[in-house]
């Protein structure tokens, strides 16, 4: 695992003793299905796949799960950027190629690691496919726009030919519900895709902590980013897919 991906193992402060609830399903091929293989997807650049897999990680690790964080993106955003400015402290980060990624999942297993989650690029649409038939769910950050509607669209077809369940989170969100939140709720469901309860907010804290490599919880325990992203966890790791079908 070190040899090909480098963890680095110190980083690690959960228990691996305990069972993540989120993403109760069956084990779909991908794995033993005991470590939960959670990808951030969206076609459209900038909806905040790397804000919310390095802080979703965070959090994860924070309520005790040996968590990892694998970079698919050749920007290497999680990693070289963010993951350097955090210097080593968990969850882990590590970077791959997609062709490798089902290797670099199969060891993060054998090392212990009970989450993961995969960061993406946007616009990869040959490489996505072998991505999103290596991992357990899939969640899909829409910011609430036409524009983000419409890469949805194209996420969605991506994940139903890999067939992997799939929810939306919308991101960036105002504070106030508006017509662009609600015409995005109604387009969500028009392609059958879950939008989940929690939403992630318009918020200059998120800029600032991963400026500094860490998550919200961190730089401002306080803060209604970091309430808000505890609440995101806590929704997915509760999140039932057995209900799902492909891409929802
Ligand atoms: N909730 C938020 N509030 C304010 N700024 C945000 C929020 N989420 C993300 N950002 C900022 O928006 C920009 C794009 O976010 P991010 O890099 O996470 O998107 P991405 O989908 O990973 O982009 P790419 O497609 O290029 O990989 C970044 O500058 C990030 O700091
Ligand atoms: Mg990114």
Redesign the pocket.
């Known amino acids: 695992m070190e040899r090909r991906l480098r963890w680095d193992r110190r980083c690690h402060g959960g228990d691996a003793t305990r069972q993540p609830r989120c993403v109760r399903h069956q084990s779909r091929g991908r794995g033993s299905g005991i470590m939960k293989r959670i990808l ?1 997807v ?1 076609q ?10 390095v802080h979703l990680a965070v959090a994860a690790e924070r309520a005790g799960f040996k968590t990892a964080i694998i970079d698919t ?1 050749p ?1 290497g ?1 999680a990693s070289a950027v963010w993951g350097v400015a955090r210097g080593g402290v968990a969850p882990a980060v590590a970077s791959v190629i997609a062709a490798e990624l089902r290797e670099a999942l199969d060891a993060a297993e054998a090392d212990g690691y009970q989450v993961v989650f995969v ?4 616009h990869t649409a040959p490489a996505i496919e072998v991505v999103a038939r290596s991992v357990d769910f899939a969640i899909v ?1 829409v910011q609430p726009s036409i524009l983000d509607v419409a890469a949805t669209q194209r996420t969605v077809a991506l994940l139903r030919a890999a067939k992997v369940p799939a929810v939306a989170v919308l ?2 969100a105002p504070a106030k519900r508006d017509e662009e939140t609600n015409e995005t709720e109604k387009a969500l469901a028009a392609l059958g895709l879950p939008l989940l309860d929690t939403w ?5 804290v ?2 600032r902590a ?1 400026t500094q490599g860490q998550a919200v919880a961190e730089f401002d325990p306080a803060s209604k ?1 970091a309430k808000e992203i505890f609440k995101l966890w806590k929704e997915i790791d509760q999140y039932d897919i057995t209900r799902l079908g492909a891409a929802a």
Do not use: I
């Not at 459209?44 to 897999?53: D, M, Q, V, Y």
């Not at 960061?119 to 946007?122: G, L």
């Not at 992630?200 to 200059?204: A, L, T």
């Open positions: 951030l969206q459209k650049g900038g909806s905040a796949k790397t804000t919310l897999c993106d920007q955003s960061d993406t690029a946007p950050p991101t960036r992630m907010g318009e918020r200059k998120y800029r991963l980013a």
